[in-house]
């Protein structure tokens, strides 16, 4: 939805998209291959948040909500303005909303500083409308880095030693996009979260360590074994 200049030591100007032209790019693809699952990033205003929002009901599949704020290295991503609207027109869309303790605070008002607020906010959220929420640990301090897939029918834990590593760029979107592509292959919601986290987990392991700030992840491991 929009186009970013930005390397591992920050993002330096984000250039939204005519919102003419994001519809025309979804529908695209829509008309002409389909979709078995969508997922959404960064979304820069309250129209972009309304026109993504159309385009999901228009989709018919299952949407990865993750609801980018800010950048790894500290940039600003979302207006506050747009809060609401994520909150209002993109949760109630989602079948998996996958934010991290900054963004569930942002969008719920509550403190998330342990595995008991990740889990209020998680409840808070699926009762604003998504279907499950993946509550990312990563902000939260401590050895291990402990995620939670809730539904409103129970909570699966993901809990792995914490990487020392600055190299963590575009995590977030990395494991959304994996969860989507679970889904799209069919599996169970519970099988794609646990696939796409270990995917992630080992990305970051073999990070290359490319750059001055925050790298990118080895999202080619899989492929070289």
Do not use: F
Request: with cysteine; proline share 6%; hydrophobic share 45%.
């Amino acid at each position: 939805t929009a186009i970013t200049v930005q390397n591992t030591l920050g993002v330096h100007g984000v250039h939204p998209l005519p919102l003419e032209l994001i519809a025309a790019q979804a529908r695209a693809v829509l008309e002409d291959i389909g979709t078995d699952a969508v997922k959404t990033g960064m979304l820069g205003s309250v129209e972009v948040v309304e026109t993504v929002a159309a385009l999901l009901d228009e989709a018919k599949a299952p949407a990865v909500v993750d609801p980018v704020m800010v950048a790894k290295g500290g940039h600003p991503l979302l207006p506050n303005a747009a809060v609401e609207a994520v909150r209002s027109l993109m949760i109630p869309r989602a079948a998996l909303l996958t934010p991290n303790a900054p963004e569930a605070e942002a969008l719920t008002g509550l403190e998330v500083r342990d595995i008991d607020g990740q889990r209020r906010a998680g409840e808070a959220l699926l009762n604003l409308g998504a279907k499950a929420v993946l509550m990312k640990g990563g902000h939260v301090d401590g050895p291990t880095v402990i995620d939670l897939l809730m539904t409103t029918d129970g909570e699966t834990v993901l809990e792995a030693e914490r990487i020392d590593t600055r190299h963590t760029h575009g995590t977030g979107c990395t494991l959304a996009s994996a969860c989507a592509t679970g889904l799209a292959l069919g599996r169970p919601l519970e099988v794609a979260a646990a696939e796409a986290w270990a995917y992630v987990g080992e990305a970051i392991r073999r990070a290359p360590g490319l750059g001055g700030g925050h790298g990118p992840l080895d999202h080619g491991w899989p492929v070289r074994g």
